[in-house]
């Protein structure tokens, strides 16, 4: 049995800077070990501890999606001990990964419904991944309407602009992109989340809403997703939590009886309400 | 299976060769009054003790472990070598203890390495209690004085005899080890079962609420903070009990060489849930004491379908602003049971 506390090595191979504010840095990192690549088989909304020997580990969204290859990319804000070491790092380092963890979004029950895909500032990561999936042309078919709604503060803090754009300019996807506050030489949407889905008013008919913001942003969107029809058993939601092990031992991350790391991170609404508020 | 009756005047000798061939843990005399400990000197043994002051649980779940030694950036794993030991004369309540760590360490997706190398080599023979202490309520939460869950062997202690009674097959072959004494007779596994049962009658009952939905929806109720007052977050009580199993993992180098450390954490101190960007989900003191008691009274039933208690009322004892989990327990099952005949929610 392989021991779930040794993370795999791996490279990394590019690193990205994100956003003005440069506390937003995405690592591509490859496995040294072919084994390993083909051990760690993900799913959109999973994640993974990024480890780096001395100086810890930290629980990562993983935001890429497992049809873009063997490379794993990880969108990481600088804001503690390991994501300051790991902001340090050049391309080449070797660091550890362990995973992949938690549960991921649930691709085989939005089969064959529309999405709606709701996110704010950085807590996009794991919704590319999910959009990177589902755009895939062995996979777009399986699923209907690809509505995305993306907000961050300033143009400058929008994560995945390149790809962004790309999806602006396909068919295949309706990308409404919004910044609370733009520039000079913003000439996208302004305004916030809440206020742009209820402008874009998808329909919660045969329809899954996907929504992973700061806890304000969902607050507020929340009764905006209620007023467009959506049931809170198709309403799926991302949950954050100070983690350890990542694999339901160390006790850190439950709500009510439900570990993050196990059951979740990815919840929906109806199961949210069955646990106390404590997240 | 096998019974065998020791003459206690030949317990020394029968340990001190059992201690040539196994790792003898038992309990020994120290500044706490007991503590269990690696014997060479058998002699050191104590049997008439009540309680260790700290559970047995640090055997198979070390204060402090190191999961991962590394060096020049390679990572090595540290799988404990725990060849054939022996856990004499623990008592039933934290050898049942030991059946709730395995539920958590060995059930689920993943088994953990580090607690199964240590449980797979452990023998367990408990002590059944003749005279409960002044905070036990082992048989308030399922357990009983005599109580053989994740035991091997139970020994019970008849004056100038040590009954020894395999109830595993692990027993069995520990007993034929020692090959000593001499088949027990009925008479004496009898005298065995009347103090385990007079023992009991000693003990407080404690009403413990067992409906894990009900405790849940006492989630927002003011009683917490009640409940919790005088808490100042220590952690001592986590510490004690032999149930508590969260761990906090810590890196540890110097010079390109370091280890990777579980060490044991407390979900009463306060940056256990912190986050990073400083948004703690449990707060407060009473959020923190909150989630102990509903861990183990309501979480745990719900996912391993029994309360992670088996009280032992060590937390009772070591708490220094004098709360007392058998008066929190009285006062939910109280207010849950007037909520129930009222047919109204939990206030």
Same mark, same amino acid.
């Given at each position: =049995?392989?021991?779930?506390?040794?993370?795999?090595?791996?490279?990394? &191979?590019?690193?990205a800077?994100e956003?003005?504010?440069r &506390?937003?840095?995405?690592f591509?990192?490859?496995?040294? &070990?072919?084994e390993?690549?083909?051990a760690?088989r993900?799913t959109p909304?999973?994640?993974?501890?990024?480890s780096?020997?001395?100086?810890?580990?930290?629980?990562?969204g /993983?935001a890429s999606?497992?049809?873009?290859?063997?490379?794993?990319l990880?969108?990481?804000?600088?804001?503690g001990v390991v994501?300051?070491?790991?902001h340090?790092?050049?391309?080449?380092r070797?660091?550890?990964v362990?995973?992949p963890?938690g549960?991921g979004?649930? /691709?085989e029950r939005?089969?064959?419904?529309?999405?709606?895909?709701?996110?704010?500032g950085?807590?996009f990561?794991?919704?590319?991944?999910?959009?990177?999936?589902?755009?895939?042309e062995?996979?777009?078919?399986?699923?209907g &309407?690809v509505t995305?709604?993306?907000?961050?503060?300033?143009?400058?803090?929008l994560?995945y602009k390149a790809?962004v754009?790309?999806?602006?300019?396909?068919?295949?996807?309706a990308?409404?992109?919004?910044?609370d506050e733009?520039?000079e030489a913003?000439t996208?949407h302004?305004?916030?989340?809440?206020a742009?889905?209820?402008?874009?008013?998808?329909?919660?008919?045969?329809?899954?809403?996907?929504?992973?913001?700061?806890?304000?942003?969902?607050?507020?969107?929340?009764?905006?997703?209620?007023?467009?029809?959506f049931?809170?058993a198709d309403?799926i939601?991302?949950?954050? =939590?100070? =983690?350890k092990?990542?694999?339901?031992?160390?006790?850190?991350c439950?709500?009510?009886?439900?570990?993050?790391c196990l059951?979740g991170?990815v919840f929906?609404?109806?199961?949210?309400?069955k646990?106390?508020?404590?997240? | 299976?096998?019974?065998?009756?020791?003459?206690?005047?030949?317990?020394?000798? @029968? $340990?001190?060769?059992l201690?040539?061939?196994?790792?003898?843990?038992?309990?020994?005399?120290?500044r706490?009054?007991?503590?269990?400990?690696?014997?060479?000197?058998?002699a050191a043994?104590r049997?008439?003790?009540?309680?260790?002051?700290l559970?047995?649980?640090e055997?198979?779940?070390?204060?402090?472990?190191? $999961?991962?030694?590394f060096?020049?950036?390679?990572?090595?794993?540290r799988?404990?070598?725990?060849p054939?030991?022996?856990?004499?004369?623990?008592r039933?309540?934290?050898?049942?203890?030991?059946?709730?760590l395995?539920a958590?360490?060995r059930g +689920?997706?993943?088994e953990?390495?580090?607690?199964a190398?240590?449980?797979?080599?452990?023998?367990?023979?408990?002590?059944?209690?003749?005279?409960? +202490?002044p905070t036990?309520?082992?048989?308030?939460?399922?357990g009983?004085?005599?109580?053989?869950?994740?035991a091997? @062997?139970?020994?019970?202690?008849?004056d100038?005899?040590?009954?020894?009674?395999?109830?595993?097959?692990?027993?069995?072959v520990?007993?034929?080890?020692?090959?000593?004494g001499?088949?027990a007779?009925? +008479?004496?596994?009898?005298?065995?079962?009347?103090?385990?049962?007079?023992?009991?009658?000693?003990?407080?009952n @404690?009403p413990?609420?067992t409906?894990?939905?009900?405790? $849940?929806?006492?989630?927002?109720?003011?009683l917490?903070?009640?409940?919790a007052? +005088?808490?100042?977050?220590c952690g001592?009580?986590?510490y004690a009990?032999?149930?508590?199993?969260?761990f906090?993992?810590?890196?540890e180098?110097?010079r390109?060489?370091?280890?990777?450390?579980?060490?044991?954490?407390?979900?009463t101190?306060?940056?256990f849930?912190l986050?990073?960007?400083g948004?703690?989900p449990r707060?407060?003191?009473?959020?923190?004491?909150?989630?102990?008691v509903l861990?183990?009274f309501?979480?745990c039933p719900e996912?391993?379908?029994?309360?992670?208690?088996?009280?032992?009322g060590r937390?009772v004892?070591?708490?220094?602003?004098g709360i007392d989990?058998?008066?929190?327990?009285?006062?939910?099952d109280?207010?849950l049971?007037?909520n129930?005949?009222?047919g109204?929610?939990?206030?």
């Amino acid at each position: =049995m392989s021991n779930p506390y040794v993370p795999y090595p791996v490279r990394i &191979d590019r690193i990205a800077i994100e956003n003005d504010a440069r &506390d937003l840095k995405t690592f591509e990192v490859a496995f040294l &070990d072919a084994e390993h690549a083909s051990a760690f088989r993900h799913t959109p909304g999973q994640f993974a501890e990024l480890s780096i020997l001395g100086t810890g580990e930290c629980p990562i969204g /993983i935001a890429s999606s497992p049809t873009e290859g063997d490379s794993l990319l990880f969108t990481v804000k600088k804001t503690g001990v390991v994501t300051d070491e790991l902001h340090r790092s050049r391309e080449g380092r070797v660091i550890g990964v362990r995973g992949p963890l938690g549960n991921g979004f649930p /691709i085989e029950r939005m089969r064959g419904k529309h999405l709606v895909i709701v996110g704010g500032g950085f807590a996009f990561t794991t919704l590319r991944a999910l959009i990177r999936y589902v755009l895939h042309e062995e996979h777009r078919a399986d699923y209907g &309407d690809v509505t995305v709604i993306y907000g961050a503060r300033t143009p400058g803090e929008l994560l995945y602009k390149a790809e962004v754009d790309e999806w602006r300019a396909r068919d295949d996807i309706a990308a409404h992109i919004t910044v609370d506050e733009g520039d000079e030489a913003w000439t996208g949407h302004e305004g916030f989340v809440p206020a742009v889905l209820e402008e874009v008013a998808p329909s919660g008919a045969d329809a899954m809403m996907v929504l992973c913001g700061p806890p304000v942003m969902i607050k507020f969107t929340l009764p905006v997703v209620e007023r467009l029809g959506f049931a809170p058993a198709d309403t799926i939601l991302s949950l954050e =939590m100070r =983690m350890k092990c990542g694999i339901g031992k160390c006790g850190r991350c439950n709500i009510g009886s439900k570990y993050v790391c196990l059951d979740g991170p990815v919840f929906t609404r109806e199961e949210l309400s069955k646990l106390p508020a404590e997240y | 299976m096998d019974a065998r009756m020791l003459d206690k005047a030949d317990l020394a000798t @029968v $340990l001190e060769r059992l201690a040539q061939t196994r790792r003898l843990i038992a309990p020994v005399e120290d500044r706490t009054g007991a503590a269990f400990a690696s014997v060479d000197e058998v002699a050191a043994i104590r049997l008439d003790y009540r309680n260790t002051s700290l559970s047995a649980k640090e055997i198979v779940f070390p204060q402090t472990e190191p $999961l991962l030694v590394f060096r020049d950036g390679a990572a090595e794993e540290r799988i404990p070598a725990a060849p054939g030991a022996v856990l004499f004369g623990v008592r039933p309540c934290d050898a049942r203890s030991l059946t709730m760590l395995d539920a958590v360490f060995r059930g +689920g997706e993943t088994e953990d390495p580090y607690y199964a190398a240590r449980r797979d080599e452990l023998t367990v023979v408990a002590l059944t209690c003749n005279e409960p +202490g002044p905070t036990c309520f082992c048989t308030s939460v399922g357990g009983s004085p005599d109580d053989g869950s994740g035991a091997d @062997v139970l020994a019970t202690d008849l004056d100038d005899g040590l009954l020894l009674r395999a109830i595993t097959d692990r027993g069995e072959v520990l007993l034929g080890e020692l090959d000593a004494g001499r088949p027990a007779e009925d +008479g004496e596994i009898e005298a065995a079962r009347d103090l385990a049962a007079r023992a009991a009658e000693r003990m407080e009952n @404690v009403p413990v609420p067992t409906d894990a939905a009900a405790l $849940l929806a006492t989630f927002d109720s003011d009683l917490w903070s009640d409940l919790a007052a +005088g808490c100042i977050g220590c952690g001592a009580c986590t510490y004690a009990c032999p149930t508590c199993h969260c761990f906090d993992i810590t890196d540890e180098q110097k010079r390109g060489t370091g280890h990777r450390v579980r060490s044991w954490d407390a979900c009463t101190f306060p940056p256990f849930t912190l986050h990073g960007s400083g948004h703690n989900p449990r707060p407060t003191a009473t959020a923190r004491l909150r989630q102990r008691v509903l861990h183990k009274f309501s979480y745990c039933p719900e996912n391993f379908g029994e309360a992670f208690c088996v009280g032992c009322g060590r937390c009772v004892v070591h708490c220094p602003s004098g709360i007392d989990i058998r008066r929190i327990l009285a006062r939910l099952d109280a207010v849950l049971t007037a909520n129930s005949e009222a047919g109204g929610p939990t206030r």
